[in-house]
């Protein structure tokens, strides 16, 4: 399976500090995209980095691709309550239907 | 524009009852998708539709579970004879061309099976 894998399964911060979340996964891809979603309804894109890409930023979002150890990692800077909700990584490989989601890190940001 | 929509946004049903859950795709958008996900877990791939294309049915955990796209927009996911173990949040999610393309998500119909 080229499953992505999060890790960690939880996270605890405080408002301020940084999160850092990692994906894992096994087979070559075309892209990884992160998702989040709040209190258990429908995600949300964050971004999408290409295989051919290192490093992508989006506001107070970093994310980067190894490709040789197949994992990425979302950098959420300077978190606020807000940013308290579940991220998923989702790969996408040529030909295949459909992104593969893994089971997601719970981020919780206290004030 | 309007985003992906379902309905209901809950549904409470007893076992043995049959269910369809509705899904409003993005406009435009010629893939469809059904997502299954208990509590506390990641998303579970249920059906894929693609534009005139047989949809993948793949991940459809039992012959009780079907799914139509009608005029390659709407879709209706059915569940026959619902079980406990059905209770979850059903996600629907578009996208403009399917595959490695990024998914825009609906806010999810939560069934309970009593």
């Known amino acids: 399976s080229q499953q992505g894998e999060e890790d960690p399964q939880a996270l605890s911060i405080q408002e301020g500090e940084n999160a850092t979340m990692n994906c894992s996964y096994k087979?070559?891809?075309?892209?990884l995209q992160w998702y989040r979603q709040n209190s258990g309804r429908g995600l949300v894109h964050l971004i999408l980095i290409r295989s051919n890409e290192r490093e992508k930023h989006s506001g107070r979002l970093r994310v980067t691709l190894d490709t040789s150890k197949k994992s990425s990692s979302l950098l959420i800077t300077a978190s606020r309550a807000a940013d308290t909700a579940s991220y998923f990584c989702a790969t996408a490989v040529q030909g295949y239907s459909t992104l593969t989601f893994g089971k997601g890190t719970m981020l919780l940001v206290s004030p | 524009g309007a985003g992906v929509s379902q309905s209901p946004s809950n549904k409470v049903t007893e076992k043995g009852k049959d269910v369809e859950l509705r899904c409003d795709p993005i406009?435009?958008?010629?893939?469809l998708y059904w997502y299954r996900q208990s509590l506390g877990q990641g998303l579970e791939f249920l059906i894929y539709f693609q534009g005139n294309s047989a949809p993948d049915k793949s991940g459809l955990p039992s012959d009780r579970f079907s799914a139509e796209r009608t005029g390659g927009s709407v879709s209706t996911l059915t569940i026959q004879r619902t079980q406990q173990e059905d209770s979850a949040v059903y996600l629907c999610a578009s996208s403009q061309a399917g595959g490695i393309d990024t998914q825009y998500f609906g806010p999810g119909t939560r069934l309970t099976v009593l």
């Open positions: 087979t070559s891809i075309n892209n």
């Open positions: 406009s435009g958008h010629t893939a």
